[in-house]
Structures are given as C-alpha cells and as structure tokens.
C-alpha cells in the first residue's frame, strides 16, 4: 500500500532525503490536477535555506498542471492563509517545516477560504501522487507580488481597531530568525507599542536559537528580556503559526497560556466552546468552567483543530504547542492576531501569572523516543496491546492513546511530523505525573524492542 504523502500538517521531511525535489514537483503536479485548469494559487515560504529548492521544485508541478502561481516570497504562514482567501486565490501553499529543525522542509496546503486541507482532501492529491496521472497541455504562468506582507499588516491592523490596548508595556518580539521576521515588530511598532527585538533578521540557519521556542530554547530571549526590562516576549516558531510568552519569571508555559488565551477569547465572543486536541492538558478545562466553558478534544495537528472548531461554532482553537485557531480572523493558525487577542485582554504584563494562581497546580511532562516512520505506527500499536497492564479509567484511542486516570492521564502517540513516538503525562501531583511518564515510557520502550527482536 501507498503510505500517507502528509502527516499532521502537510509534506514534511529532511530535504533531499524524505523531501526531494521530484517528490516536491510531483505534489505541486498533482495538487494542480487536483484543482480546475487555470486556477490560481498563492505560493509563500518560511526562512529555510531550502526554500528555493523546494519552490521552484512545487512551481514546476504546478504550472506544469495549467495552474497560475503568485510568488508571496518569505511569509509567515498566517498571512500565506490570509491572503489566499483576501486575494481570492484557489489554493494557498506553503513551504514550511514549522518548528522543525533546519534541515526539512514541507509543503502545507490550504483552502480557498483560508482553512487548511481536510484529511479527505489529502487523500485526493494523495491518490493523484501515486497514480502519476499528471493533466498536462497549457502551462500556468508564475507572477510575483512582493507587497504581500504590506497586505496582512493592513488586515491585522483592521480587525483590532478600537481595542483597548496598554501602549505603555515594553514588548519583547523574538522571530526566531524565521518568517515573522521583520514583520511583527513592525506591526506593533505601528499600532503604538514600545518594541524592542531579538533574532528579528531571516536566516534558515536559525542561528539565534531552536525555530521551536520552548522553556529551554528561550533563555537568551529571557535573559535579553530582564536586560531590557521589558514587560512580554511574545517569540514565534519558524512559520509563525506558533506563538509562545515569556515574562520576567520565565517561561509562561504551553497549557497555561492556552487556557489563559481561550478564556479571554469566551469572554470577548460570547462563545463557549474550545476546541483542542488530545494532547491538551486539563487546565484549559479548569479555566474556562466558571464561565460554562466546554472543551472538546479532536486529532493532533492544527487543521484538525480548526475544522473541530468551525464545524462546533468554538471561541478558538488550540494546540498546546502555541497554536491558536480564532475566528474573527479565520480558521487557520494566526500566531500574531493571538498575540494581539492576549494584549487585549490585559493591563499589565503581571495579569496573567496572577490568573494563573489562582488554578489548582498541575505537573505536565513531555519526552519522545525515536522511531522511524515504517515502525512508529506499529509500534504504538503494540502499547496497544498491553494497555490492560496500566489499569487506565478510560482509553481514548481516537488518535494515539490517551489513558485517562482517576487524578491525571497519559497520552502515548506516533509523531505526525517527525520519526519519533510522543508521551506525555499531567497529573496534580509532580510525582505521580512522572510516574505516569516514566510508566508510559517503560511500556513504549518494551514495545519497540519487541518490534526489533
């Protein structure tokens, strides 16, 4: 059988190993087969030093297909999302590994609306991929506009007039040396903020730090932070469809600010529901339940989460990761309106971790083992089989395995985005959440000896 072309979110894999240019053309040939002769979609990249490659590899599929093809050149993903639908474009693509490191690279499609492809979608250029079924005849012209960030500034700007901002904070913006480069200290320098920057200049190397910002990856951003006394970092993954905080504690963590986002995001819209993913922690349930807040759970990865949330009329969706899917802009990842919906919805800076206290503690961990894509399935598969030895509540199977305990739970499940299987444990105790890892750990490892043997 043909294995799945896309994982979690879109293509991904090291380049010219998982993601060579004939694969990359051939998804842009059958992508453009996919859609009508003559359509037109909007083509925009992160930072990466294989983007070009990886550009003209997709463009040559595309135009190849009669499909028209509009050059946005580097571009965080929101505003790739954004434009597709503001511009009445047919498609949007986007060259992107997101948090991953340097060396991948992928390709992530979107709707002519803005929200990402559907799983059934895939499964369509997916089918046209393996077939080799190419449609072939006039060739789609490629045009490029360069003004396409000047674009989202303009609709970001828009949709937050009349906020009640405090212009006094000092704000703290970290790209990551990726695609919001340059961008989104633009953009809050142009509404009134007082903005200094940290790794603000693209470069696929990402020599500033990790393009996934985490606690540790972000410690220079937070020691530059107390040098400059600022007030927020508000730092970006590499595409910018991510978006994490950090004060002068430190790091303000995943759950924690996604519960945090997602009430304030109830209280603007008058909305109830949250949807999130299996791999959400239980503080985003405990934040929005004084409100009549409800959080629904769907599959790992942000386009699953944005159609949970629009087929649920949700506030927003979330990924603990950083993701967040509000409406008000569109059903895709939108890092730096989520940005904006947090200052909106604060005075000072001091606000949130003084919300936070007032949440029962929770202790979340989160490791991975590696594991090759061929195996990684199988692999869980076999946790499967042995789960009776956890004595679990309840097991949600929907995606990976979620095994929910009495005062906490634990989720074993194969990476969509890299060659590794994910554990995570969240309990009120620190002790018995690492038990619950350590547990999770021990039976995934069993399982992929047992795989070898």
Not at 122 to 134: H, R, T
Not at 137 to 149: D, L, N, Q, S
Not at 190 to 213: A, H, L, Y
Not at 243 to 258: P, S
Request: contains cysteine; glycine residues 10%.
């Amino acid at each position: 059988m043909n294995r799945a072309l896309f994982g979690t979110s879109g293509v991904r894999g090291v380049v010219n190993q998982d993601l060579t240019p004939e694969l990359c053309k051939n998804v842009g040939s059958a992508l453009g087969t996919l859609l009508p002769a003559g359509a037109a979609v909007c083509l925009g990249m992160d930072s990466r030093l294989s983007r070009e490659l990886i550009r003209a590899a997709v463009t040559e599929g595309l135009i190849g297909a009669g499909v028209n093809v509009a050059q946005a050149g580097i571009v965080p993903t929101p505003a790739l999302a954004l434009l597709t639908r503001e511009m009445s474009f047919d498609a949007g693509i986007m060259i992107t590994a997101s948090h991953n490191p340097p060396e991948f690279n992928g390709i992530k499609l979107f709707n002519h609306d803005a929200i990402g492809y559907s799983r059934t979608q895939e499964e369509e250029v997916e089918k046209i991929y393996y077939s080799g079924s190419f449609r072939t005849g006039k060739a789609g012209a490629v045009e490029h506009f360069p003004r396409m960030r000047d674009r989202y500034i303009q609709f970001i700007k828009a949709l937050v007039k009349g906020w009640n901002f405090n212009f006094g904070l000092k704000l703290l913006i970290d790209p990551g040396n990726g695609a919001a480069s340059g961008l989104v200290g633009d953009i809050f320098r142009q509404m009134g903020f007082n903005v200094f920057t940290i790794n603000d200049t693209p470069d696929g190397r990402f020599p500033g730090r990790s393009p996934e910002p985490k606690e540790d990856t972000l410690q220079q951003t937070i020691k530059f932070l107390r040098q400059k006394n600022a007030d927020l970092a508000i730092c970006f993954d590499g595409d910018a469809d991510r978006v994490v905080f950090c004060d002068h504690q430190g790091f303000l963590g995943f759950n924690e600010m996604i519960a945090f986002i997602s009430r304030a995001a109830i209280k603007s819209s008058g909305k109830q529901t949250v949807a999130t993913t299996i791999e959400s922690g239980m503080l985003l349930d405990l934040a929005i339940k004084d409100l009549g807040g409800k959080v629904i759970r769907g599959r790992v990865g942000d386009v699953y989460a944005a159609h949970l949330a629009r087929d649920n009329n949700a506030a927003l969706g979330v990924e603990s990761v950083g993701v967040y899917i509000l409406p008000q802009a569109g059903y895709y990842p939108d890092s730096i309106f989520a940005a904006l919906t947090l200052l909106g919805s604060i005075s000072q800076a001091s606000d949130i971790r003084s919300y936070l206290t007032t949440l029962p503690p929770l202790f979340f961990f989160k490791e991975k083992i590696a594991c090759s894509n061929e195996n990684k399935t199988e692999v869980v598969a076999r946790v499967r089989q042995q789960a009776d030895k956890l004595s679990a509540v309840y097991l949600n199977d929907l995606d990976g395995l979620r095994f929910e305990f009495t005062e906490g739970w634990l989720l074993i499940r194969a990476s969509g985005t890299e060659p590794a299987i994910r554990i995570m444990a969240e309990a009120g105790s620190q002790q018995y959440a690492r038990s619950l890892l350590n547990m999770g750990l021990t039976i995934l490892k069993d399982a992929a000896k047992r795989k070898t043997a």
